[in-house]
T-cell receptor
Framework: KAGVTQTPRYLIKTRGQQVTLSCSPI?????VSWYQQTPGQGLQFLFE???????NKGNFPGRFSGRQFSNSRSEMNVSTLELGDSALYLC????????????FGNGTRLTVT | QKEVEQDPGPLSVPEGAIVSLNCTYS??????FMWYRQYSRKGPELLMY????GNKEDGRFTAQVDKSSKYISLFIRDSQPSDSATYLC???????????????FGKGTKLSVIP
């Protein structure tokens, strides 16, 4: 099976702009989660989607949003970018059961200047 | 106090050494415990996944969970230069939505295995 695919791999944006990141989960996986990774904070949970519905949300401002499509693919959007949004954004998929482990993609490296 | 504490290292060992990586946690609600390995410019890769207290072995890797002490460990035997990476512990707790859950990660330990 192909793994989790994230596009693009790298992005450079300026403050105030918005950005959309894309994630294709492992085939058959219905749950998609997003995490932000920074050197200072490590990996932090953004949100989780299952069957096109957001099931859970972390402690991030409303500028961070996401959605999931009927084929389980997911996108996340960050509006009004700030310098502090520079990070590696990781998408993970699972079979959706509580005891299913997460499998991560290689992330999108976002740099905000 | 953070929910999950992990020594960031860096940890440097000679090839062939036994490596011990550890995490402590404070939240009794954590139920599933994982270890991920992350190479530079890559996403985390699942190494080990455990639920109950005790040991789980997979090749050169052994994961140990002690729920009474809120302490988990990963042991790497006969360490290789290819094991050089950042190792992240992660723990699962239920989320706010029905059926949802999320991982809480340690900050990661950077390991270098010297040939």
């Amino acid at each position: 099976k192909a793994g989790v695919t994230q596009t693009p791999r790298y992005l450079i944006k300026t403050r105030g702009q918005q950005v959309t990141l894309s994630c294709s989960p492992i085939s058959g996986h219905r749950s998609v989660s997003w995490y932000q990774q920074t050197p200072g904070q490590g990996l932090q949970f953004l949100f989780e989607y299952f069957s096109e519905t957001q099931r859970n949300k972390g402690n991030f401002p409303g500028r961070f949003s996401g959605r999931q499509f009927s084929n389980s693919r997911s996108e996340m959007n960050v509006s009004t970018l700030e310098l502090g949004d520079s990070a590696l954004y990781l998408c993970a998929s699972s079979e959706s059961n509580y005891n299913s482990p997460l499998h991560f993609g290689n992330g999108t490296r976002l740099t905000v200047t | 106090q953070k929910e999950v504490e992990q020594d960031p290292g860096p940890l440097s060992v000679p090839e062939g050494a036994i490596v011990s990586l550890n995490c402590t946690y404070s939240n009794s609600a954590f139920q599933y415990f994982m270890w991920y390995r992350q190479y530079s410019r890559k996403g985390p890769e699942l190494l080990m996944y455990t639920y109950s207290s005790g040991n789980k072995e997979d090749g050169r890797f052994t994961a140990q969970v002690d729920k009474s002490s809120k302490y988990i460990s990963l042991f790497i035997r006969d360490s290789q230069p290819s094991d050089s990476a950042t190792y992240l512990c992660a723990m699962t707790s239920r989320g706010s939505g029905a059926g949802s859950y999320q991982l809480t990660f340690g900050k990661g330990t950077k390991l270098s295995v010297i040939p």
